[in-house]
């Protein structure tokens, strides 16, 4: 079945620009929808936005000054940027799949700290 | 914007009972578009329930979906030992909106 990694770095100065990359292995990268979530320490799940395989893009209204998603298909790869960070954008980060209208196959997530 | 009240913030229930979670969700929309999740300590979500009713692929038959318009169900039969968790609702519209969790305790 398919599967999800996210990768990058797990520490980002404030100000800066964090970017995540999920590795989709093990089932077809198109045509399918791919997401971004995030889960601050002990809190609850937050959506940040999807890309289509052929990169068309959907973003959280919240988000969407600071956020962009982008595909690499020739890799099995999407990646996220999320410009300006502050303290508040500490968090598990996950990526995920988009089924119908549901998140079927999830990455096991990457938590990313805001610190300098 | 979609606001979605999951209720009790936590349960705490022994196994062998029968768990009962809400979800409301303050626009009604097609039941295709409301879900649940399961999430345990230092995992990710999994997903449990599609389209208001239906099982994902391996989830046991002791979970349940049922509901409509705004008023939504995850009903656990008969609670086994790797059931408690926190559970999540989600509603699917311009954006995917999650409620803010129910955590299901042991007794």
């Known amino acids: 079945q398919v599967q999800l990694q996210e990768s990058g770095p797990g520490l980002v100065k404030p100000s800066e620009t964090l970017s995540l990359t999920c590795t989709v292995s093990?089932?077809?990268?198109?045509?399918?929808?791919w997401t971004w979530i995030r889960q601050a320490p002990g809190k609850g799940l937050e959506w940040i936005g999807k890309i289509y395989s052929s990169g068309k893009t959907n973003y959280s209204p919240s988000l969407r000054s600071r956020v962009t998603m982008s595909v690499d298909t020739s890799k099995n790869q999407f990646s996220l940027r999320l410009t300006s960070v502050t303290a508040a954008d500490t968090a598990v980060y996950f990526c995920?799949?988009?089924?119908?209208?549901?998140?079927?196959?999830w990455g096991q997530g990457i938590l990313v700290t805001v610190s300098s | 914007e979609i606001v979605l009240t999951q209720s009790p913030g936590t349960l705490s229930l022994s196994p062998g009972e029968r768990a009962t979670l809400s979800c409301r969700t303050s626009?009604?929309?097609?039941?295709?578009?409301l879900a649940w999740y399961q999430q345990k300590p230092g995992q990710a979500p999994r997903l449990l329930i599609f389209a208001t009713s239906s099982r994902a692929t391996g989830i046991p038959d002791r979970f349940s979906g049922s509901g409509s318009g705004t008023d939504f169900t995850l009903t656990i039969s008969r609670l086994e030992p790797e059931d408690f968790a926190v559970y999540y609702c989600q509603q699917y519209g311009r954006e995917y909106i999650f409620g803010q969790g129910t955590k299901l305790e042991i007794k």
């Open positions: 626009q009604s929309g097609p039941n295709s578009y």
């Open positions: 093990r089932g077809s990268f198109s045509p399918f929808y």
């Open positions: 995920a799949r988009e089924a119908a209208h549901e998140l079927d196959h």
